[in-house]
Nanobody, 117 residues
Framework: QVQLVESGGGLVQPGGSLRLSCAAS????????MGWYRQAPGKERELVAT???????NYADSVKGRFTISRDNAKNTVYLQMNSLKSEDTAIYYC???????????WGKGTLVTVSS
C-alpha cells in the first residue's frame, strides 16, 4: 500500500504564494507518477499538475505559468509551488499517486487552500 499526507495549506491573499507538500510512504517503488488535484465546493475534482518518475510534468491550463510541481526523491516528497494565487484557486488540494503494480490510484486526505482578501 501507499500512504500520502498533504501539508502546507492555509489562508493567503490574492496574489500571494503557498507551497504544498505531499509525503509518501509504503510501497514507494510501485509508484510511477504523482500529482495534485483540487476540489472546490459544488464542483468536480480536477487535475492540477502531474509529474512522472522520469520527471515529465503536466499542468491544467488554469494554473500553467503560476504553479510548479516538483519532487525530492531523497525525502519521498512532492511539492506544489503556487504563485499569483487567485480566489478561484480556493479548494481542497489532494495528493495522488498512481501505481501500475497495484493497478490503482492512492489519495491523501487533502489540505485546504483559501485565497481571500
Amino acid at each position: 500500500q501507499v500512504q500520502l499526507v498533504e501539508s502546507g495549506g492555509g489562508l493567503v491573499q490574492p496574489g500571494g504564494s503557498l507551497r504544498l507538500s505531499c509525503a509518501a510512504s509504503g510501497s514507494l517503488f510501485s509508484i510511477n507518477a504523482m500529482g495534485w488535484y483540487r476540489q472546490a465546493p459544488g464542483k468536480e475534482r480536477e487535475l492540477v499538475a502531474t509529474i512522472t518518475r522520469g520527471g515529465t510534468t503536466n499542468y491544467a491550463d488554469s494554473v500553467k505559468g503560476r504553479f510548479t510541481i516538483s519532487r525530492d526523491n531523497a525525502k519521498n516528497t512532492v511539492y506544489l509551488q503556487m504563485n499569483s494565487l487567485k480566489s478561484e484557486d480556493t479548494a481542497i488540494y489532494y495528493c495522488n499517486a498512481f501505481s501500475p503494480v497495484y493497478g490503482k490510484n492512492f489519495w491523501g486526505k487533502g489540505t485546504l487552500v483559501t485565497v481571500s482578501s
